[in-house]
C-alpha cells in the first residue's frame, strides 16, 4: 500500500527497512530549530505510540511518514520518515533517529531550506511496549521497557520468577513421587504425592514399627505405626508380626520355661 497523503503509514515492512519504529520514538520532546546563527526554541513535543507528532495544543500535527522518503528528501539522504505541518502550515521536516533524539532537516512547503531541527528527548513513553508472560501477569507501564518481551510481574501458582520469567516449580522427593504444576507450590521444595514402600507423610520419611520383645520391623516390611517384629528375643518367636513366648512340653519330666 503507497501513501496515499500524509498523515498514512507505510506498510510494517517499510518502516523496518528504514528501521523506523514508532514506538522506539514515542515520549516528549523539547525542539530546536537553527537557521544560521538564530536558535528558535518551540514548546514542547509529544511523539506518540503511533507515530503522530503532538505540540502543546494536543492537537494532532502530523504523523511519522515513510513512504518514499528518497523521492521527498533528496535533499538529507539520511532521512528515515518525514513530517508535514508539523508547527505551523507550510513546513516540512526530514527526520532520522539519533540515538534517543530526532534530528533532521527543516523545510518551507517549497523545499526551500528552513535551517537544521533537533528534537530533544526529556521523558520516553513506555506504556507503548506491550509485554508478553505465559505463565503468570505480564509487566506494563515502564517494567515494560522493551516492546515484545517476556517481563512477568507474577507468576501463576506452580510457577516461580526466574529472570523476568515465570518457568514451573521443581519438587524433590528422595523415596516418592514429587507433585507438578499447581501441587508444588514451592521450588526446591521436599514435597511428594506419593511414597515408595516403607515410606510415609507429605516428604515419604521411613515408615517407624515397635515390637515389644523383639527388633521392629522396618522398610516395606513395616506398615507406619503398627506392632511389627522382624526378629525376636531368646525364648520367644516369630508368630506373623508378634514375639510370642516359646512353649515346651516334656515327657517324663517338668518343663522348663524360657522368658
Request: proline share 3%; glycine share 12%; hydrophobic share 30%.
Amino acid at each position: 500500500m503507497m501513501v496515499r497523503s500524509h498523515g498514512q503509514l507505510e506498510p510494517a515492512a517499510g518502516r523496518e527497512a528504514l528501521g523506523v519504529n514508532p514506538k522506539s520514538m514515542a515520549g516528549t520532546y523539547t525542539v530546536w530549530y537553527r537557521r544560521g546563527i538564530e536558535n528558535q526554541r518551540t514548546a514542547k513535543l509529544t511523539v506518540g505510540c503511533d507515530g503522530s507528532f503532538r505540540h502543546d495544543n494536543n492537537a494532532v500535527n502530523d504523523r511519522i511518514n515513510t513512504g518514499n522518503v528518497r523521492g521527498q528528501c533528496p535533499r538529507d539522504p539520511h532521512a528515515q520518515f518525514f513530517i508535514l505541518n508539523t508547527y505551523g502550515a507550510g513546513k516540512f521536516e526530514c527526520l532520522r533517529q539519533s540515538g534517543a533524539n530526532i534530528i533532521g532537516t527543516h523545510f518551507l512547503a517549497d523545499r526551500t531550506l528552513y535551517g537544521t531541527i533537533e528534537y530533544t528527548r526529556a521523558s520516553t513513553n513506555h506504556n507503548c511496549n506491550q509485554c508478553k508472560c505465559p505463565h503468570g501477569t505480564v509487566a506494563s507501564g515502564a517494567s515494560c521497557n522493551r516492546d515484545g518481551a517476556t517481563i512477568c510481574s507474577a507468576c501463576n501458582a506452580g510457577f516461580y520468577k526466574q529472570g523476568t520469567s515465570c518457568a514451573p516449580n521443581v519438587c524433590k522427593c528422595p523415596h516418592g513421587t514429587a507433585p507438578t504444576g499447581a501441587s508444588c507450590n514451592n521450588n526446591g521444595a521436599t514435597i511428594c504425592k506419593s511414597c515408595k514402600a516403607g515410606f510415609h507423610g507429605s516428604s515419604c520419611i521411613p515408615n517407624a514399627c515397635t515390637c515389644e520383645h523383639g527388633t521392629a520391623a522396618t522398610g516395606a516390611a513395616c506398615k507406619h505405626g503398627a506392632r511389627s517384629c522382624a526378629a525376636c528375643k531368646d525364648g520367644r518367636h516369630l508368630n506373623e508380626t508378634a514375639c510370642m513366648l516359646n512353649i515346651c512340653t516334656c515327657e517324663n519330666g517338668d518343663v522348663g520355661l524360657s522368658l
